[in-house]
């Protein structure tokens, strides 16, 4: 199954369907702007714009089901990962990730794509899903990797061609 089938809302509050991302690389991951690993963010974004071009996009799902370190409202979210970190790569709502509250979409990433020891469950913020170009989840990183340590993997996935 693919993630192009899964409905989301954008940080401005309209419904978006992930099919609108066919045939991309996508990394999504989810954020919070005042944990420890916001200053990824800076990274997320040289990612969105060294290979937007190629076909790729950063795609962030704010959430604070870790620690409370993310904002009550979305227009606060927008206005600090604009402000504080130059983020122009698309944003949504802020949901769950985990649980039973948790979206669907993360259900299917962390179900696709598990982590250390098999792990369903997202263990904090800034953990990647790395997803190919057919809306097929690749793999998972956790929130200690960096987004320049996945430039690899991203260079790899944008030279295969869709399928879809």
Same mark, same amino acid.
């Given at each position: 199954?693919?993630?192009?089938?899964?409905?989301?809302?954008?940080?401005?509050?309209?419904?978006?369907?992930? +099919?609108?991302? &066919?045939?991309?690389?996508?990394?999504? =991951?989810?954020?919070?702007?005042?944990?420890?690993? &916001?200053?990824?963010?800076?990274?997320?974004?040289?990612? !969105?714009?060294?290979?937007?071009?190629?076909? %790729? &996009?950063?795609?962030?799902?704010?959430?604070?089901?870790?620690?409370?370190?993310? +904002?009550?409202?979305?227009?606060?979210?927008?206005?600090?990962?604009?402000?504080?970190?130059?983020?122009?790569?698309?944003? %949504?709502?802020?949901?769950?990730?985990?649980? &039973?509250?948790? !979206?669907?979409? %993360?259900?299917?990433?962390?179900?696709? +794509?598990?982590?250390?020891?098999?792990? $369903?469950?997202? $263990?904090?913020?800034?953990?990647?899903?790395?997803?190919?170009?057919?809306?097929?989840?690749?793999?998972?990183?956790?929130?200690?990797?960096?987004?320049?340590?996945? =430039?690899?993997?991203?260079?790899?996935?944008?030279? =295969?061609?869709?399928?879809?």
């Amino acid at each position: 199954m693919s993630i192009y089938s899964y409905d989301v809302k954008t940080i401005r509050g309209e419904q978006q369907t992930l +099919a609108d991302y &066919a045939g991309q690389v996508l990394l999504i =991951v989810n954020t919070a702007t005042k944990c420890g690993f &916001a200053p990824q963010f800076k990274g997320l974004q040289q990612l !969105h714009d060294e290979f937007g071009p190629q076909g %790729f &996009a950063v795609l962030g799902f704010p959430c604070d089901q870790f620690a409370n370190q993310e +904002a009550e409202h979305n227009e606060e979210i927008a206005q600090v990962c604009e402000l504080n970190f130059g983020v122009s790569f698309p944003l %949504f709502s802020k949901i769950n990730v985990n649980g &039973a509250d948790a !979206h669907p979409l %993360f259900k299917h990433l962390s179900s696709e +794509a598990r982590g250390v020891l098999g792990t $369903k469950s997202i $263990k904090w913020n800034f953990t990647k899903f790395l997803v190919d170009r057919d809306g097929r989840v690749v793999k998972r990183f956790g929130p200690n990797e960096t987004p320049d340590k996945i =430039v690899g993997d991203i260079k790899r996935l944008l030279a =295969v061609p869709t399928r879809v």
